[in-house]
């Protein structure tokens, strides 16, 4: 049932909430499956560790999965000034060429070729997907998943305050990660260990797996307090036949999809919405979305005022989402990327 709040008109301070900084994680839990989950399904919370999810779900639940693997998107380099420039690969296109964010002091011209470390250059081409866009497209002297992964570093979040170590390398990757383009990793697959796969499959729980490689416009901040006006960053994903075969078999035998993270659920409801297994998708999840395929959810704690915070609301209800984090934060859970996680049933 849902309650006045969800069919009224939001803004973005809807979605605002006080986080004590150091509740924000900055290095994982010891163990993937031992972080906390907070189980948000009925009207009480109930505090658990991830390792207990396979006695909250049912024989012939399916589990789906974003296989993206994340990329060493963030590169370094200087300017033929000596201008340090920092590079955070969006996408990789074809003929060597990039995608990228640009961080620097003052824009190069078109044309001009950076120096980049590692020993391989990049030239300027323009701006994307047009001339207006936010993003530059560069060609890189050299295959740029190779240079990636031999000179890139880990693309941590904002709010994670070291560099990347040996220890984000593995820990900022999902164990079953196998197609390369994701600049953030799909955090609540990251709490997914081989022990409790295996304990998921012998309490007769199915998976199935979608890509969609997240963009860094999942950390950019919604600029407008009328939420309608926000415009979505894309992201590319792909449904594949074995998934879709999979949701039909789940619904025949009566079970429950379960997506694991809110890209999953951006995936299986942009397939549903738009009837495209491949491609784009700018899809803004807010409360008044109808939902067809998602019936749980497993997801992490998301920053205030961001898109998340608005798909989980439309999800679960606003009012529930709203009081799970007061009593998150009460709790003392791990908060964002390197976080805990909590498990919703749709609204």
Known sequence: MSS????????LSDFDFALPPELIAQHPAPERSASRLLDGRADAPVDRVFHELPGLLDPGDLLVFNDTQVIKARLFGRKATGGAVELLVERVLQNHEVVAHMKVSKKPSVGAVLEMDGGFSAELLGRWPDEKGALFRWRFSGEPHALMAAHGHVPLPPYIEHGDTTEDERRYQTVFAKHPGAVAAPTA????????????????????????????GTFQPVKTENIAEHTMHAEWYRVP?????????????GGRVVAVGTTTV???ESWAAFGRTEGDTQIFITPGFRFQVVDRLIT????????????VSAFAGYERVMALYRHAIEQRYRFFSYGDAMLLRRR
């Open 300 to 311: 992490n704690f998301h920053l205030p005022k961001s898109t998340l915070m608005m798909l």
């Open 266 to 268: 951006r995936t299986l």
């Open 4 to 11: 006045p709040a969800d069919h009224r008109r939001f803004t």
């Open 189 to 216: 697959a990251l709490h997914f260990d081989e022990a409790l796969l295996t304990a998921l499959r012998a309490r007769g729980v199915q998976t199935a797996e979608v890509t969609l490689h997240v963009g860094a």
């Open 241 to 253: 036949d074995a998934t879709i075969a999979a949701i039909e078999a789940c619904r025949a035998r």
